[in-house]
């Protein structure tokens, strides 16, 4: 099979990096200090038009923890709903209990209300209390992938559990390794885990094109974005392993 790889993109213009450096599939975030959020309405439908490679925006109304009130998820339940009706691919959902279980219930009615689009579980899935169990409920509730750092804060630091799960997913549910996911651990990663899709952010900080830059505020204004080249490399170097290995 071939591989995937999905940019994890905090603005249209890492979304469109992404593209242009031969990426298969951009997570569409907002707010990169809080892991990600759901992005404004207008990103996202300026990303589709943009776009031809598959879009996932992620549905998460806020930072912090996977434990979400009934009005919060309200708000999930209508990003879902808007991300179908712009055309997006798919959306990047997860919700736990309190007990570090899958909430089950409410996941269920967002994979429904998405359908047919695609749906992956998010890094949610680090922070439950068994990734084993964990696993097998998000097949019931039908999502079709899980991006994992295998429980650890990098995906090669979780290398060992992310192959665990996909030798227990057995072909039925993708595993996504994300989280420290570069140039430099792509390979090794994927020889440890046998993954056939990957995820990073590739990002750098880069400085404001201003001309005029206000030295009383005493701050520096800088964007997350995509590292293009990163990017390429990665695609280049999961060619390579592919050819030499099929």
């Not at 695609?118 to 019931?140: C, K, M, Q, Y």
């Not at 039908?142 to 995906?155: D, N």
């Not at 996911?181 to 046998?194: D, F, G, H, M, Q």
Request: proline share 5%; with cysteine.
């Amino acid at each position: 099979m071939p591989f995937t790889l999905e940019i994890c993109s905090f603005n249209i213009q890492s979304a469109l990096i992404a593209q242009q450096a031969g990426a298969h599939r951009v997570e569409l975030c907002a707010d990169p200090a809080d892991g990600g959020t759901t992005p404004g309405l207008g990103t996202i439908k300026t990303a589709r038009e943009k776009l031809h490679i598959q879009l996932y925006p992620i549905i998460r109304p806020r930072g912090g923890d996977f434990l979400f009130t009934d009005e919060e998820f309200e708000i999930m339940m209508n990003d879902v709903a808007l991300c179908k009706q712009i055309g997006c691919d798919g959306v990047v959902i997860g919700m736990l209990q309190q007990d570090g279980t899958i909430d089950k219930k409410r996941c269920a009615k967002l994979v429904e209300l998405a359908y047919p689009l695609g749906v992956t579980f998010h890094r949610a899935f680090d922070w439950a209390s068994n990734p084993f169990d964990a696993l097998e409920e998000i097949i019931s509730i039908g999502c079709e992938r899980i991006l994992t750092s295998g429980q650890k804060p990098t995906a090669p630091e979780g290398a060992p559990m992310i192959a665990e799960l996909i030798k227990q997913a057995d072909g039925r549910i993708i595993i996504m390794p994300g989280s420290g996911v570069r140039a430099s651990t792509i390979i090794p990663l994927a020889e440890k885990t046998n993954a056939q899709e990957f995820h990073t952010s590739a990002r750098i900080s880069v400085k404001s094109n201003m001309q005029f830059i206000n030295t009383n505020m005493n701050e520096e204004q800088r964007t997350v974005m995509a590292d293009r080249q990163e990017i390429e490399q990665i695609v280049h170097l999961l060619s390579g392993y592919q050819q030499n290995n099929s």
